[in-house]
């Protein structure tokens, strides 16, 4: 049934097929018994609602202005391909956007390569960190790239590490040297990341207890 499929209530699908008729979608049919979408009937190429497109457009200004190169090129390139497809009374929310961040605060942003690790982490390879610690230390670590995690004043690389046989946060620009192994990891990508946010949880929770 549509409704299950979507999790929503049956009351809900015949409100929403109400409106496409409404909005002369060719949708035959009644409630109760089943509905038809008309042949040769195509959606627009976006079809986005003002709050959604403020959404893409937030998102695209933090990336823009926190990301590496690739990354910050990419953000907006998406906002120009979103702006030539939506109609014109949408484009002011990207020529004049209602939303906006903040300046990265990170000194030493954009001076890591990202784009490697971005690619190890897509790869599902191990890579060799020679990592310098608060104390200018540079150890060697082979690590389980699991997914770079973004905000206002870094970026962190967060593995497995094989040397200290646990989850790590890695500073990108404390990473002196990266390099691509040929070796897969020793786990599933989506098991580590799981695996990852229940270990955090849990710390969370502990913290939360000690100090409450």
Same mark, same amino acid.
């Given at each position: 049934?549509?409704?299950? +499929?979507?999790? !929503?209530?049956?009351?809900? $699908?015949?409100? /929403? @097929?109400?409106?496409?008729?409404g %909005?002369? !979608?060719?949708?035959?049919g009644?409630?109760?018994v089943?509905? $038809?979408?008309?042949?040769?009937?195509d959606?627009?190429?976006?079809?986005?609602?003002?709050?959604e497109?403020?959404? $893409?457009?937030?998102? &695209? %200004? *933090?990336?823009?202005?926190?990301g +590496?190169?690739?990354?910050?090129?990419?953000?907006? =390139?998406?906002?120009?391909?979103?702006?030539?497809? #939506?109609?014109?009374?949408?484009?002011?929310?990207?020529?004049?956007?209602?939303?906006?961040?903040?300046?990265?605060?990170?000194?030493?942003?954009?001076? =890591? =390569?990202? &784009?490697?690790?971005?690619?190890?982490?897509?790869?599902?390879?191990?890579l060799?960190?020679h990592?310098? /610690?608060?104390?200018? +230390?540079?150890?060697?670590r082979? @690590? *389980?790239?699991?997914?770079?995690?973004?905000? /206002?004043?870094?970026?962190?690389?967060?593995?497995?590490?094989?040397l200290? %046989?646990?989850?790590?946060?890695?500073?990108? /620009?404390?990473?002196?040297?990266?390099?691509?192994?040929?070796?897969? #990891?020793g786990?599933?990508?989506?098991?580590l990341?799981?695996? *990852?946010? !229940? %270990?955090?949880?849990?710390?969370?929770?502990? $913290?939360?207890?000690?100090?409450g």
């Amino acid at each position: 049934m549509l409704s299950e +499929e979507l999790e !929503v209530s049956i009351r809900t $699908i015949y409100r /929403d @097929v109400a409106h496409l008729i409404g %909005q002369r !979608v060719p949708i035959s049919g009644e409630a109760g018994v089943g509905y $038809i979408l008309g042949p040769g009937y195509d959606m627009p190429p976006l079809a986005l609602l003002p709050a959604e497109l403020e959404a $893409i457009i937030l998102g &695209a %200004q *933090w990336v823009a202005a926190h990301g +590496e190169k690739e990354l910050s090129r990419a953000a907006l =390139d998406v906002l120009t391909k979103v702006k030539a497809v #939506i109609p014109p009374a949408l484009q002011p929310f990207i020529s004049i956007p209602s939303t906006a961040t903040k300046l990265p605060l990170d000194a030493l942003q954009g001076k =890591d =390569d990202r &784009a490697s690790l971005r690619a190890a982490i897509r790869a599902g390879m191990k890579l060799r960190l020679h990592y310098r /610690d608060q104390q200018g +230390e540079v150890t060697e670590r082979i @690590v *389980w790239p699991v997914v770079l995690g973004y905000s /206002d004043i870094t970026c962190m690389l967060i593995a497995w590490c094989e040397l200290r %046989q646990g989850f790590r946060h890695f500073r990108t /620009d404390r990473i002196h040297a990266v390099e691509l192994l040929d070796e897969k #990891i020793g786990e599933p990508r989506s098991r580590l990341l799981q695996r *990852w946010k !229940v %270990q955090r949880i849990t710390a969370l929770a502990k $913290i939360t207890t000690e100090t409450g």
